[in-house]
């Protein structure tokens, strides 16, 4: 069984840092990209970043360029977003998600993603 993790959500001020983590489990993601995605209440779902599981190639969304970094660390399965100087717009709950067919320019469409967490909620105070 397949389980993807998020921990590492709360309440922050803005202007201050957050990481959140994505511990997987159940099978191996070598040939994996893992994406992070949010969804803030009455909005959409919508791509953060990706990171092929294998190369740590990654691939972020303009609006997350410069402030939220992922990486991975694969002695520990576990899939990371760092995220700096948060604003109120980034309030969302975050997921985690697995892409079976690896990180390529289509990594943004969370229609590939077919194992996803449950979910962590990131709120940020203006």
């Known amino acids: 069984q397949v389980l993807l993790v998020e921990s590492g959500g709360g309440l922050v001020q803005a202007g201050g840092s957050l990481r959140l983590a994505c511990a997987a489990s159940g099978r191996t993601f070598s040939s994996y990209a893992m994406g992070w995605f949010r969804q803030a209440p009455g909005k959409e779902r919508e791509f953060v970043a990706a990171i092929s599981w294998s190369a740590g190639s990654t691939l972020s969304a303009d609006s997350v360029k410069g402030q939220f970094t992922i990486s991975r660390d694969k002695a520990k399965n576990t899939v990371y977003l760092q995220m700096n100087s948060l604003k109120a717009e980034d309030t969302a709950v975050y997921y985690c998600?697995?892409?079976?067919?690896?990180?390529?320019?289509?990594?943004?469409?969370?229609?590939?993603?077919?194992?996803w967490g449950q979910g962590t909620q990131v709120t940020v105070s203006s």
């Open positions: 998600a697995a892409d079976p067919r690896g990180l390529d320019g289509s990594s943004g469409d969370y229609r590939r993603y077919i194992y």
